[in-house]
């Protein structure tokens, strides 16, 4: 089992709201079908979900009071995220499969029908925001995954931002000297991402790699090493 997130930064563009890179995600698409019924796909807000967000806070409004703005949002963006990755791509609702954490009877319905699921970051009851870097942890540990990719729009990890330097190999949150992102970013970019991969970094490998190139999507469904593996503190 393999859980991957398709960073926001990857499949639209954070600095053009409402944006996504559809013939990106055709082609990775084609890759990752490869893998259906051992593959479950999560992805970010991007330039949908972080965007809406900000707009409500700073508008006054509590995700209480109209977080159901951001997931009819997310939910428009899974749609058309699946409708190009293609077959047998399927959009799953995080809201929906939300009680508290992260119900995976629905996911695991989707997988024996060799379907590959997909959830979102997105606002759930009673008013926060889920990070598909969260969703990500949490699916790797109620699936039992053997690796956790987060495909994002920069090689890995480095060291200090902005980089000079190749990525790191490893990084654990304790090891470097990290941000947030450069685009808009309600969920706390790479630090926050950090902090939760670290949670599961001992008992699964965790890759952070970058998603626009698509033969790393193959290497990684191969069991292979890309970017940098997040390792415990
Ligand atoms: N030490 C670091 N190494 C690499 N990237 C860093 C570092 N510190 C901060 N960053 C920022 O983290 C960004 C990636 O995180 P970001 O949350 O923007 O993407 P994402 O998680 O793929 O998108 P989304 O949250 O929409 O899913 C990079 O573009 C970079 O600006
Ligand atoms: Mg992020």
């Known amino acids: 089992m393999i859980v991957l997130k398709l960073g926001g930064s990857v499949i639209s563009d954070k600095r053009r709201p409402y944006s996504l890179r559809t013939e990106l995600l055709k082609e990775i698409g084609k890759v990752l079908k490869k893998k259906s019924g ?26 209480k009071d109209k977080g159901y703005e951001v997931i009819r949002v997310m939910n428009e963006m899974t749609n058309r995220v699946t409708e190009a990755l293609g077959d047998p791509f399927a959009p799953y ?57 987060l495909a994002t729009d920069v090689e890995g990890v480095y060291r200090s931002w902005p980089p000079s330097g190749p990525p790191l190999r490893e990084a654990s949150p304790c090891s470097v000297e990290l941000k947030g992102s450069e685009g808009i970013d ?9 902090e939760e991969l670290a949670k599961i970094a001992g008992e699964v490998k965790v890759y952070v790699f970058n998603g626009f190139k698509v033969e790393n999507y193959a ?12 390792v415990p503190c």
């Open 219 to 230: 290497t990684l469904l191969e069991g292979g090493e890309v970017g940098t593996r997040v």
């Open 38 to 63: 051992e593959l479950v796909v999560v992805h970010g807000g991007g330039s949908f979900g972080h965007p809406k967000v900000r707009e409500l806070l700073e508008s006054g409004y509590s995700l």
């Open 186 to 194: 309600v969920t706390g970019g790479m630090r926050k991402k950090l």
């Open 93 to 149: 609702s995080t809201p929906s499969m939300w009680a508290g954490e992260l119900l995976v009877e629905p996911i695991r319905e989707a997988l024996k029908i060799g379907w590959i699921p997909v959830i979102q970051g997105n606002v759930v009851p009673p008013g926060k925001v889920v990070s598909g870097d969260e969703l990500v942890v949490e699916l790797a540990k109620k699936l039992g995954a053997e690796a956790v990719g």
